[in-house]
């Protein structure tokens, strides 16, 4: 199965004038926006597609599903035990054509519940993945972790999704980033490109509010957050046409 082509120069020039924004700071974190973290998910799993009749290797299947999950975190910047801990039929749902991620307030650190809607630019690549690379990685095995492990039976584990990660951002990127590194990035994003609406990322992180919510205005908030991280990243996108 091979997928479209796609033309991802725009990420180039967004990611640049993104980070001539960025002022210049003097703690040791390093700061990123959610544009280049999602061009590196997108670049692995372009590198790693499988051809169409071609055999899989656990190289391959285990860059594609390093590249999903970057890809995946830089819309919906969810913490590290969470987006390991996702379940398909519990936590990654689809409801018609679109794909949604529900946690419990059980399972979330501020007790929130959380509800994002899966960016529609994805669509293709998870469902790719449901398709042909996970059932690789299963290996006929029982489980419905989202992040199997390539070589250990079961999802994957934060220690290792860490030094993946850190490895992968330091080769391609020129920074070691953990996993929090990727929910600082939604947050500088919104806070370069729409300072005005830096609120949003709050209910992106799915931060605690102090004001008293229904289950269903939470539901509401979280999906129209994930909703206008995408939203903002296609607009970043035109701006290269008018720059």
């Given at each position: ?31 990123i926006t ?129 030094r993946v ?79």
């Amino acid at each position: 199965m091979m997928m479209p082509e796609r033309d991802w120069t725009w990420l180039r020039d967004i990611t640049g004038r993104l980070h001539a924004a960025v002022p210049k700071s003097t703690v040791s974190a390093p700061v990123i926006t959610s544009i280049p973290v999602l061009k590196l998910g997108l670049e692995l799993m372009i590198e790693s597609q499988p051809l169409e009749g071609g055999k899989l290797t656990e190289s391959i299947a285990a860059g594609y599903r390093n590249g999903l999950m970057i890809a995946l975190l830089a819309f919906i910047p969810l913490r590290a035990k969470n987006c390991l801990g996702l379940e398909i039929g519990r936590h990654l749902v689809r409801e018609q054509d679109e794909w949604f991620i529900i946690i419990p307030r059980s399972e979330t650190k501020t007790r929130t519940p959380i509800e994002f809607a899966v960016p529609e630019i994805l669509n293709e690549y998870l469902e790719l993945y449901l398709e042909v690379i996970r059932p690789w990685l299963q290996r006929g095995r029982a489980g419905d972790a989202l992040w199997l492990s390539r070589q250990a039976e079961g999802a994957l584990s934060h220690q290792t999704f860490g030094r993946v990660l850190a490895r992968l951002s330091s080769e391609h990127l020129g920074l070691r980033l953990s996993p929090h590194d990727l929910r600082d990035a939604a947050a500088t994003t919104w806070a370069i490109a729409k300072p005005s609406q830096i609120a949003v990322s709050k209910d992106l992180l799915a931060h605690n509010d102090l004001r008293t919510t229904t289950r269903h205005y939470n539901r509401a908030r979280g999906i129209e957050a994930s909703r206008a991280q995408a939203r903002l990243i296609a607009e970043l996108r035109k701006r290269r046409t008018r720059c």
